[in-house]
Nanobody
């Protein structure tokens, strides 16, 4: 059974940093591109934040994340990360990881950027 468990969220002041972790299981992790999404308010569409290819060599970012966020993965540990620096209040959201092509979503992890 596909499982995605996000962690690492929390309350941080503007300008601070957080590192999100997504632990994956139930599928061959190394064969799937992975993405981080966020939902900034209930009922709002999830938006794509960052994506990474199967080997980690290819990454892409939403304009809002470029230069501040870094996505990475460890295929040996079935884990994908999102390093978030220079956080802004508008980064406040529930963050989700997702395996491209699979239907399952995790519970997400809440990130709140506030002074």
């Amino acid at each position: 059974q596909v499982q995605l468990v996000e962690s690492g969220g929390g309350l941080v002041q503007p300008g601070g940093s957080l590192r999100l972790t997504c632990a994956a299981s139930g599928f061959t992790f190394s064969r799937y591109a992975m993405r981080w999404y966020r939902r900034q308010a209930p009922g709002k569409e999830r938006e794509l934040v960052a994506g990474i290819g199967t080997s980690g060599g290819i990454t892409n970012y939403a304009d809002s994340a470029k230069g501040r966020f870094t996505i990475s993965r460890d295929n040996a540990k079935n884990t994908v990360f999102l390093q978030m620096n220079s956080l802004k209040p508008e980064d406040t959201a529930v963050y989700y990881c997702h395996a491209f092509g699979l239907a399952r979503w995790g519970q997400g992890t809440q990130v709140t950027v506030s002074s």
